[in-house]
């Protein structure tokens, strides 16, 4: 069993959970006014970030206490962030739609729900909470899976960040004609990073699609060569959760 298999054996054990307690969201969902759409916020110009709030990972354990997820959310919005995700995972990462729901209610940007998605509960429980974004990790799905999450979140107004790690995937990604593409140098199977999967897909992504570069960035360094090759976003947790100055580390990250 590779890790992400792990992963998502545990998201369906508590997602089992969660259903049993509310199995119907229909009417939260009837009662939700479609999001803004997060694309909008997109615009060309310097690098764009979606800061993480992530408390801990399959790979590193635990990144950060978090005491307070609102006030690091502000740090993130004030440093220029264009959105923010958070984690609500709970086993591996940390996470919780407590930590979701509080930022929220705080911050006015779009906000991705970082959760493994397999079911269409995964994505209405990000739409009634106000999410603008969510998760598709092509790896997870099967192509009749990965077609029909992707058309449900949109039908609800939100737009999907499509995952890929490799060739195959990308191909599989495209065939959805998404709006965001992640481009994750971790590989998912054994937790492997390597920079050159950026060097390999990113420049494959159309200039219309946002290609968001995801895992393992650090420095100005990367994320300029990350420009050069057609990086337009940047999704990054670790490195910001770990900052003495979160604001001064999106700026740096975005070369402002």
Excluded at 100 to 108: D, L, W
Excluded at 132 to 142: C, D, Q, R
Excluded at 225 to 234: N, Q, V
Excluded at 239 to 252: A, G, Q, Y
């Amino acid at each position: 069993m590779t890790v992400l298999d792990d992963i998502i054996l545990g998201v369906r054990e508590d997602l089992n959970s969660r259903k049993a307690l509310t199995p119907n969201l229909e009417d939260a969902i009837a009662r939700t006014p479609k999001p803004i759409d997060a694309l909008t916020k997109f615009i060309p110009g310097p690098l764009h970030v979606i800061a993480e709030v992530k408390r801990a990972s399959p790979s590193k354990g635990n990144l950060a206490e978090i005491i307070d997820p609102v006030a690091l959310a502000k740090n993130y919005v004030a440093g220029g962030a264009t959105a923010i995700s958070v984690l609500t995972e709970a086993r591996r990462f940390k996470g919780s739609m407590a930590d979701f729901n509080s930022v929220r209610a705080a911050v006015g940007v779009p906000m991705l729900q970082k959760d493994f998605v397999v079911d269409r509960y995964q994505i209405e429980e990000g739409f009634i909470n106000g999410g603008n974004l969510f998760l598709l990790i092509v790896a997870a799905l099967n192509d009749e899976q990965l077609h029909g999450l992707f058309e449900y979140g949109q039908g609800l107004g939100m737009r999907a960040l499509v995952e890929v790690h490799d060739q195959k995937e990308l191909d599989r990604a495209k065939a959805l004609n998404p709006s965001f593409i992640g481009v994750n140098s971790r590989n998912l199977k054994d937790l492997s990073v390597d920079f050159q999967t950026f060097e390999k897909l990113i420049p494959q992504i159309d200039s219309s699609i946002i290609a968001v570069a995801e895992s393992g960035i650090a420095s100005r360094v990367e994320t300029k060569r990350l420009e050069e090759i057609g990086a337009k976003a940047i999704l990054v947790g670790e490195t910001l959760v770990r900052s003495k100055d979160p604001i001064e580390m999106i700026r740096e990250l975005r070369g402002i």
